[in-house]
């Protein structure tokens, strides 16, 4: 297999965003355990960027290092999955309730832009999931908190690791996508209080799903 051309930025982060995105993709499977001789090979590098990456992916929970014994995909618990969705809940509706009071006409603007986006996605599922996403880090981006924004990016990685992606269960997209109009109307309406329960719920019913 020819080696993976790699950019010019520091190596162990090339390979951990390499690795991140086959995670991601599955291509890597929670619980599986991750062969560096491979990999090292697949990438045309040595083993010490590769485990410098590692470190990098064990620190976001990712993976789980094992002394002696290497490293493999962080399996997710029902337990880490709850908490996890309790974090998002309890940061992302203190965020959307802060855009309701403070954001301008052009941000909500942005906004529902990006909802109609979504609306036009439902048939099209990797790009349901990707709008989606990019809605919620808008939403967090306009409350202007990068303390928040960091913490949720890296709970949403982990997140992401859940074999059951909530979104996966019939149904489930039009129920989100229910729930984010509901969202933007209560954002339209500068009433904080209701945009942040409206995200509260999206998120609870969010976890019922994935559960």
């Not at 090339?14 to 619980?31: D, N, T």
Request: no cysteine; hydrophobic share 45%; proline share 2%.
């Amino acid at each position: 297999m020819s080696a993976v051309s790699l950019s010019p930025r520091a190596l162990y982060e090339e390979v951990a965003e390499l690795l991140r995105q086959r995670i991601f993709r599955r291509e890597l499977e929670p619980g599986s355990w991750i062969d560096e001789l491979k990999i090292a090979e697949e990438y045309g590098i040595s083993r010490t960027p590769l485990r410098e990456a590692l470190k990098v992916l064990a620190a976001e929970g990712l993976v789980t290092m094992k002394v002696r014994r290497g490293a493999y995909v962080t399996e997710v618990s029902e337990k880490d999955l709850a908490d996890v969705y309790h974090l998002l809940a309890l940061l992302e509706s203190d965020a959307a309730g802060v855009v309701a009071a403070r954001a301008s006409d052009e941000d909500l603007a942005d906004l529902q832009t990006l909802h109609a986006e979504l609306e036009g996605a439902v048939s099209e599922r990797d790009r349901f999931f990707a709008l989606n996403e990019q809605f919620h880090l808008r939403l967090l981006e306009l409350a202007h908190n990068r303390w928040r924004q960091q913490m949720v990016a890296d709970l949403r990685k982990v997140m992401k690791l859940n074999r059951h992606n909530s979104l996966l269960k019939s149904g489930r997209i039009e129920e989100s996508l229910a729930e984010h109009r509901a969202i933007v109307e209560a954002l339209l309406q500068r009433d904080p209080a209701l945009t942040a329960q409206r995200m509260r719920e999206h998120f609870h019913n969010g976890l019922e799903a994935a559960a």
